[in-house]
């Protein structure tokens, strides 16, 4: 089974609008990690933001945000006021506490953002 | 600002021929990973360090594929012998601490092409 699924494999988005990209994911753990990465097109993998599972709120950073649900198993990743720059592809990412730091990642999402 | 430093960034190399990437960890860190991204399989976990000791190479195969760390700012990943289905962007990562809670930080990559 899937342990990350990210079921948009494109996204398209205008300049200053809001896009959600979504991610579910599937563990039995009730410790675990949840992280965004972008990966531009010249290849380097950038880390976004983490939201853990027990923390309370949604994660923030600048104009990323997380929508966390725990009960559905989902880590939505919102962008606000999108910009040009934020064309890449996306991977949302978990690591579970058992065992060792092994990160798995989903598919991935290519962000496209059109003026 | 610390970094992770992978070389080198690309090489283009003939079937049969030994390749040799290397990953400087951020200072500090004191686990190290190396991934494997293709189109097809996506980000694939080859190998994992911590305190330089080999914890997992699962996802490495094995007749071909060595990982070392011989020294805290140095990890190795060698191909012998290579073959085009080696072709893909090598990524190393290190991090620090146990748990969910700690990012990766991922270097810029080596393309591997395989003729």
């Known amino acids: 089974a899937q342990k990350i699924t990210q079921t948009q494999p494109g996204m398209f988005v205008q300049e200053k609008e809001a896009v959600t990209l979504d991610c579910t994911y599937d563990t039995s753990d009730p410790s675990y990690g949840l992280f965004w990465y972008k990966q531009p097109s010249s290849g380097e993998m950038i880390f976004l933001i983490y939201q853990g599972s027990y923390d309370q709120q949604n994660a923030t950073e600048g104009r990323y945000s997380l929508n966390f649900q725990k009960a559905r198993k989902s880590a939505n990743l919102v962008i606000s006021a999108s910009q040009l720059g934020d064309s890449a592809m996306y991977f949302c990412?978990?690591?579970?506490?058992?065992?060792?730091?092994?990160?798995?990642f989903g598919t991935g999402t290519r962000l496209l953002v059109s003026p | 600002d610390a970094r992770v430093t992978q070389t080198p960034r690309d090489k283009v190399t003939e079937m049969g021929q030994e390749v040799t990437m290397r990953c400087q960890p951020i200072?500090?860190?004191?686990?190290v990973f190396w991934y494997r991204q293709t189109m097809m399989q996506g980000l694939e976990l080859l190998a994992y360090f911590r305190n330089r000791a080999p914890l997992d190479d699962s996802g490495m195969p094995k007749d071909r594929f060595s990982a070392e760390m011989p020294d805290a700012t140095l990890a190795t990943l060698k191909i012998q012998p290579s073959e085009p289905r080696d072709s893909a962007v090598y990524f190393c990562a290190s991090g620090q601490g146990q748990g969910p809670y700690n990012e990766q930080f991922f270097g810029p990559g080596t393309r591997l092409t395989v003729l």
């Open positions: 200072l500090g860190h004191n686990t």
């Open positions: 990412a978990m690591r579970e506490g058992r065992g060792f730091q092994k990160l798995v």
